[in-house]
């Protein structure tokens, strides 16, 4: 399973973005999608997360500012940055939970997939 997220780029204080990720491959179920963000030194942290029946979650530190969305038929999850502070600057890696088909004596299986990233600058 391939992610292929998009639409990073330079932003001021204040501004908007809206990152976008699509998935590919052989998923016979996706349970979450996600989006995740991180800066050099630190640990990768998580953003906000969407579930297949629709369930969202936000980071304290960006709620209110930014909105998670799906498209279950496309496979694709988006989230809207606005307000965009200095300390959101960062690379951002979508990431899919999803369910899988192993084949007829294995059935379905869970695994998980990271996005190549797409970097988030925040600067005046």
């Known amino acids: 399973v391939q992610l292929q997220a998009s639409g990073g780029g330079f932003v001021q204080p204040g501004g908007s973005l809206r990152l976008s990720c699509a998935a590919s491959?052989?998923?016979?179920?996706?349970?979450?999608m996600g989006w995740y963000r991180q800066v050099p030194g630190k640990e990768r942290e998580r953003v906000a997360t969407?579930?297949?029946?629709?369930?969202?979650t936000y980071a304290d530190s960006v709620k209110g500012r930014f909105t998670i969305s799906r498209d279950g038929a496309k496979k694709t999850v988006d989230l809207q940055m606005n307000s965009l502070k200095f300390e959101d600057a960062a690379v951002y890696y979508c990431?899919?939970?999803?369910?899988?088909?192993?084949?007829?004596?294995?059935?379905?299986?869970?695994?998980?997939?990271w996005g190549q990233g797409t970097q988030v600058t925040v600067s005046s």
């Open positions: 990431n899919v939970d999803f369910l899988y088909y192993s084949g007829r004596r294995e059935g379905l299986k869970r695994s998980e997939s």
């Open positions: 969407i579930t297949n029946a629709g369930s969202t």
């Open positions: 491959g052989s998923i016979f179920r996706i349970n979450v």
